[in-house]
């Protein structure tokens, strides 16, 4: 999957060491505002010292990411994960483009109405006299 947007926040990188295996690992994670009528935002993650220093991400870049996304579970919960594993530089900030000549969303139809002559409520009612309540039940 890919998007393409523009880097608002560059987090912070975590390190640690791997206790099954004794190797060292970093991650950083990256937050991507996706244009649009409502704009979007995608927190993802790129794994490995030597990935994050080759795609060098900084603030305010527009950039296409090419990313997959997996489920993990922990102590009952679960999480989802955003991994990169390329960036696309110099990409215009428009929301991931559909493949030639196909639409961005699949065109919505109108729901069919069952009558046209039924009201979808029933009429109001008058309150009984002598009643202070304006509610209709």
């Known amino acids: 999957m890919e998007l393409t947007g523009r880097i608002i926040s560059v987090?912070?990188?975590?390190?640690?060491?791997?206790?099954?295996t004794g190797n060292s690992w970093m991650t950083q994670e990256y937050v991507m505002e996706i244009p649009g009528q409502y704009p979007r935002?995608?927190?993802?993650?790129?794994?490995g010292e030597d990935r994050i220093k080759q795609f060098n991400i900084q603030m305010n870049e527009d950039i296409t990411v090419q990313f997959d996304i997996d489920a993990r579970e922990f102590?009952?919960?679960?999480?989802?994960?955003i991994r990169a594993y390329n960036v696309v530089r110099g990409a215009a900030p428009v929301a991931a483009a559909p493949e030639a000549g196909a639409a961005p969303f699949p065109p919505q139809q109108a729901a069919p109405v069952p009558n046209a002559n039924i009201a979808p409520f029933p009429p109001a009612q008058e309150p009984a006299e002598g009643s202070t309540d304006d509610l209709p039940f």
């Not at 912070?12 to 791997?18: C, D, F, I, T």
């Not at 102590?75 to 994960?81: F, I, K, P």
Request: no cysteine; proline share 4%.
């Open 41 to 47: 935002h995608m927190v993802f993650n790129i794994f």
């Open 75 to 81: 102590n009952g919960r679960w999480y989802n994960d």
């Open 11 to 20: 987090l912070q990188p975590r390190s640690g060491v791997s206790q099954r």
